[in-house]
């Protein structure tokens, strides 16, 4: 490695320019086909019934016998346009309530070879066996489309998926599902109700494409074949459903109440009750238009956040997990997850440490059709001891210029109740962005944004943009982004302060004749993530990782090697953990990180992550390992342990350990009833917290739960952080649509 320390900065980018050139010389990327006309798609028709469909799993009801069944899938991953391995079989019959849809999925004999991680709601895509519909009522391909998901043990998943590759994962919507293993194949049996889809009044023909997750051989196909680069969520690609007359809309409300005791211990105190009550409302006001409405908001049954040690110099990016914020949460989406949102919905109902704060209530206003999409949001949250209550409205429009072309603006306002020692104050933020997919392969976004602040009387500007090429054996995505001095979007997320930051990827995959059989792909990377300092220019840092070695497996399991070479150029002092105090100066520095995961869908699977090198004046050895067992999907054990070793690093030429252990059990009874418990102890925390969470489906889309929490603080608390805190919510929500 010493050839690599005597590089500097431009001298190793040109390396890895040349690379970047000859691996490019060296493909010969499978162009994407073209969508077929309509009436080369695959047809598939409805057929409409008076028998009573029951949601059993077992397609027996002679209704199924007379409806035309839609089959002959196509291979999509890992070999473009091949025979599917297995045959699927799928019908569809309608009456004025539901939409059914069944389908008999084959594989080899006996249950080994299907792989389903667990049993909870929304489960990941790619670890688990699954039958897919995608529906778009209005056949257009700018609109949103609703996908449904169910695995052979009758686990639902929906998403609401967009034009421009934004999905709302947690659009839950109500439907029925089940599922029955046989000898030779599994079957399942949908039933979707009218009222929770979108149509156009008067409509006979929709886009709709079922696709097919087979697990254990690593295999997606589907019945209307799209090409590799992208995904079935394409409906330009999608088949045509035929003589479907769904009912006129008719008044369509959803009420979602709910009722919870939380019990409440903080440090030797006596144990405080308070009923709470609250709950939401949805009126669909035409297919295209939706009204919500939120009092009293609560989040008990959230899934906790999961802590890290952060050795980087940027803030910790934590995901939204509540409900009422992740559906259309797309819409409001603008900017690049982790570096810049000018919107984040994590800024609504949550302190700055994370801890809940009071929403007394809001409202949700969405719009969406073929030219265009808007949104309305305002909320009010209360404060707590350290930070002020707080009003927000967010107004968001996009309109589709062409077919291939979207443009919006969003204005995002905040109003800071006076308080705490602090008068009124607003932060004003303005977006406008773009979306331009110049061809079917490759798409560029962008946005600017510009803030103020009636306070300190601050303003700021920030832009960013993305340029995506998705072909079959490559991909490049080019992130840029400027942040200039003074922008604030405190209902936002800002990595950091006055920066600019460059962020190219590149990735190459290719599949040669002679890999072993269970090899998929190599796929080598090269990429890299540069900051500057906006106002001035001087470089900041930079991480180029070179990633010569990657291999996916068929079963989806994959291992990696790459060298990460970092220059840092540090004006402040620097502590990523208790006790390491790094200088101001200029480091360079390389590590060296080996990374695999075996098959997250057998019953016991395993993920490392070793890395060694230097970390600015000194040396940092880190470990990650986690096992998995779940010998049923009924059942599965994580236990998760970090280590990060410093030797010699900071002022002072600290040597220290922390340590991050997180043991996670799932325990289900069937895919209704669940119980999940989830612990974290952290020595550079020094914390040690559990969640544990019991939740029962008793009817769709309506939960009985019991959640319990702890946190232990080892260590003498400042004033206002309890030393230990229990809490326990018992919570009961019921959904009714009229």
């Known amino acids: ?97 539901n939409i059914y849809i069944s389908a008999v999925c084959d594989f080899p004999p006996g249950k080994k070879d299907i792989q389903v991680q667990d049993l909870r709601r929304d489960f990941s895509y790619s670890n688990n066996e699954l039958f897919e519909i995608l529906i778009d009522p209005f056949k257009d391909p700018r609109l949103p489309v609703m996908t449904f998901c169910v695995t052979p043990y009758g686990t639902q998943m929906d998403i609401m998926h967009y034009a421009d590759f934004s999905y709302d994962y947690k659009w839950d919507a109500v439907w029925q599902a089940a599922s029955k293993i046989q000898e030779h194949s599994w079957t399942t049996e949908v039933a979707i109700p009218f009222s929770t889809l979108r149509y156009p009044k008067n409509s006979s023909e929709w886009s709709i494409n079922f696709a097919r997750n087979i697990r254990h051989i690593g295999e997606t196909n589907g019945w209307s074949p799209w090409p590799q680069a992208y995904s079935e969520t394409q409906m330009a690609y999608a088949g045509i459903l035929t003589n479907i007359i769904p ?72 995901p939204e997990k509540r409900q009422f914020f992740l559906e259309n949460a797309s819409l409001f989406s603008v900017g690049q997850s982790g570096i810049i949102q000018p919107f984040f919905s994590r800024r609504i109902g949550l302190s700055d440490n994370g801890n809940p704060l009071t929403i007394n209530g809001g409202l949700r206003f969405v719009h969406q059709d073929s030219k265009q999409s808007a949104g309305v949001l305002v909320m009010k949250q209360n404060g707590d001891s350290t930070e002020n209550g707080a009003l927000f409205g967010v107004f968001r429009y996009k309109r589709n210029i062409t077919n291939r072309l979207q443009v919006g603006g969003m204005e995002i306002l905040r109003e800071n109740l006076a308080g705490l020692g602090h008068s009124t104050s607003v932060n004003p933020v303005e977006v406008v962005d773009a979306f331009w997919q ?36 490559f991909f490049i995505d080019w992130f840029q982004t400027a942040v200039s001095k ?27 004749n002679w890999f072993p059989k269970n090899v998929q792909f190599f796929s080598p990377q090269i990429t890299a993530d540069i900051y500057h300092e906006a106002s001035t220019g001087k470089f900041q840092e930079a991480n180029v990782i070179l990633m010569p070695f990657q291999l996916f497996f068929t079963d989806q399991s994959h291992l990696n090697f790459n060298i990460t070479s970092s220059w840092e150029n540090l004006t402040d002092n620097f502590e990523p953990v208790r006790k390491v105090n790094i200088a101001t100066a200029n480091y360079h520095f390389y590590r060296y990180e080996f990374y695999g995961i075996t098959n997250a869908a057998a019953p016991f699977s395993a993920e490392t992550r070793l890395s060694t090198g230097g970390y600015y004046n000194g040396r940092l050895n880190s470990y990650y390992l986690s096992l998995r067992a779940a010998p049923v999907p009924q059942l599965s054990l994580v236990m998760s342990y970090t280590r990060n070793d410093f030797k010699n690093v900071g002022v002072d030429k600290v040597s220290t350990t922390t340590h991050l252990l997180a043991p996670e059990l799932r325990v289900a ?58 809490g326990g919510i018992l919570k009961l929500t019921y959904i009714r649509q009229i």
Do not use: C
């Open 1 to 97: 490695m010493k050839i690599f320390q005597r590089l500097n900065y431009r001298q190793f980018g040109l390396i890895l320019y040349l690379i970047l050139q000859a691996a490019l010389q060296g493909l010969h990327a499978q162009e994407a086909f073209l969508p077929l006309p309509e009436a080369q798609r695959p047809h598939l028709q409805a057929t409409r019934t008076t028998e009573k469909i029951t949601i059993d799993g077992l397609p027996d009801e002679a209704a199924w016998d007379k409806a035309p069944v839609a089959t002959y899938f196509t291979t999509a991953y890992p070999r473009q346009g091949n025979k599917a391995t297995y045959d699927t079989k799928v019908r569809l019959l309608y009456d004025d309530k």
């Open 247 to 318: 009912p006129d809309a008719n008044f369509n409300l959803r009420v979602e109440p709910y009722a919870l005791v939380n019990a409440n211990k903080i440090d030797n105190k006596k144990t405080s009750y308070k009923p709470e009550f609250g709950g939401e409302v949805k009126y669909a006001i035409n297919s295209n238009t939706l009204l919500e409405g939120t009092v009293n908001t609560d989040f008990a049954q959230a899934d906790v956040d999961k802590q890290v040690v952060n050795l980087s110099r940027s803030s910790v990016f934590f």
């Open 438 to 473: 110049v061809s079917q392969p490759f798409f560029i976004r962008g946005m600017a944004s510009y803030s103020g602040n009636s306070l300190n009387k601050q303003k700021g500007s920030a832009a960013f943009a993305e340029l995506n090429y998705s072909a079959t054996h």
């Open 486 to 512: 003074g922008y604030q979007a405190q209902t936002g997320f800002v990595a950091r302060d006055n920066f600019i930051n460059t962020q190219p990827n590149f990735y190459f995959f290719t599949h040669k």
């Open 669 to 726: 009874a069937n895919p209704k009833m669940l119980l999940s418990a989830f612990y974290q102890y952290n020595t550079d925390a020094r914390n040690g917290s559990l969640n544990a969470r019991f939740s029962w489906e008793y009817r769709p889309l309506s939960f009985i739960y019991l959640v319990a929490n702890s946190v232990n603080n080892y260590y003498k608390t400042p004033f206002g952080i309890p030393q230990k805190q229990q």
